[in-house]
């Protein structure tokens, strides 16, 4: 079920930009329901983390190390330097950033999975980049963006303590705490954060109405090389540091797939609704393309190594 739904997510977002656009009028008075929204997924998330998780990917730092600090200069990077390329406004330019100083998302741990990649190096790195991010976000963010716009640092990172950190925590707290409860809970948590992410595109979408005729097809360009540049760089250094197949994979997926509604909502809540469209339209095709990537490393398998025990845990 959790591999269907990370197939079916690019379907669900689609289908939810489609009613963002045509009931914008009632869609976009949900606009305050997307920090909580947020919140629910990242507590879902939570919820899939024990200690145990890390702790056993703590055994190869170096992949985790390698992997979250691409992470954090690759995509960052990337955005920014596309964006000049490309000519982009500094309303896109500064929401492509916030595409790229996103922590990993939620949807590269099934990806990872499909891909015959190290599920436990994955849900550590998406855990420690979430963690992370909480410094990393905006300080990178007023890295790019000081000479473009004003940047509330501080604002940015309560925004991200209060919708992401906190409740990534107290899911954590919960599991370890009810494990009864929360196995019992767990087989729904995909859907509810497959949920969530539609739902917030659906609002981004509503409230950018006015300004989707008016975007250029250079924006969708800079999303998709964004995207491509992220998986391609995050395999090609991965496998340059020393790593294995299977760790370059699951580092090229984690690298390439960001918490696209964390960046909408930080764009929505700090700058302007346009910002938040470079994270609806990434989300869509960080979707496509990590599952077609997937797709075809699952028919080529990592024969020099064993990750069946990573495998297990989906």
Same mark, same amino acid.
């Given at each position: 079920m959790r591999a269907l739904l990370g197939l079916l997510l690019p379907l669900w977002i689609i289908i939810a930009s489609t009613v963002g656009f045509?009931?914008?009028?009632?869609?976009? /008075? =949900?606009?305050? *329901? $997307?920090?909580?929204?947020? *919140? /629910?997924? &990242?507590?879902?998330m939570g919820m899939t983390i024990s200690m145990e998780d890390v702790l056993r990917t703590l055994k190869q730092p170096q992949? $985790?190390?390698?992997?979250?600090?691409?992470?954090?200069?690759? &995509?960052? %990077?990337? !955005?920014? %330097?596309?964006?000049?390329?490309?000519?982009?406004?500094p309303e896109l330019l500064t929401g492509m950033v916030l595409v790229g100083a996103a922590p990993g998302g939620t949807a590269s741990n099934v990806l990872a999975y499909l891909a015959g990649g190290r599920v436990a190096l994955s849900v550590s790195m998406t855990t420690v980049s979430t963690l992370l991010s909480i410094l990393f976000t905006p300080l990178l963010a007023g890295y790019y963006l000081d000479s473009v716009v004003e940047v509330d640092r501080?604002?940015?990172?309560?925004?991200? !303590?209060?919708?992401? $950190?906190?409740?990534v925590l107290g899911g954590m707290l919960c599991k370890a705490w009810l494990p009864k409860l929360v196995s019992r809970v767990v087989p729904i948590?995909?859907?509810? !954060?497959?949920?969530?992410? #539609?739902? *917030?595109? +659906?609002?981004?979408?509503a409230l950018n109405v006015a300004n989707l005729a008016h975007l250029s097809v250079m924006l969708v360009v800079a999303v998709v090389l964004h995207n491509l540049l992220g998986l391609s760089l995050g395999?090609? $250094?991965?496998?340059?540091?020393?790593?294995? =197949? *299977?760790? %370059?994979? /699951?580092? #090229?997926?984690?690298?390439? /797939?960001?918490?696209?509604? &964390?960046? #909408? !909502?930080?764009?929505?809540q700090h700058f302007s609704s346009l910002t938040a469209i470079p994270s609806a339209i990434f989300s869509i095709f960080q979707n496509i393309f990590g599952a077609a990537l997937a797709g075809y490393w699952s028919i080529r398998p +990592?024969?020099?190594?064993?990750?069946?025990?990573d495998r297990a845990e989906c």
């Open positions: 045509y009931f914008h009028v009632e869609v976009s /008075t =949900f606009k305050p *329901a $997307l920090i909580p929204i947020m *919140a /629910t997924i &990242m507590f879902s992949a $985790l190390a390698i992997g979250v600090l691409l992470q954090f200069l690759v &995509m960052p %990077a990337v !955005a920014w %330097a596309v964006s000049i390329a490309l000519g982009l406004s501080l604002g940015i990172l309560l925004s991200i !303590a209060q919708m992401i $950190l906190l409740p948590l995909p859907s509810i !954060a497959s949920f969530g992410i #539609a739902s *917030a595109i +659906c609002i981004i979408v395999y090609i $250094l991965a496998l340059s540091s020393g790593q294995d =197949f *299977a760790s %370059a994979r /699951t580092i #090229a997926i984690e690298v390439g /797939t960001q918490n696209s509604g &964390m960046s #909408a !909502a930080i764009a929505i +990592c024969k020099n190594i064993e990750h069946d025990e």
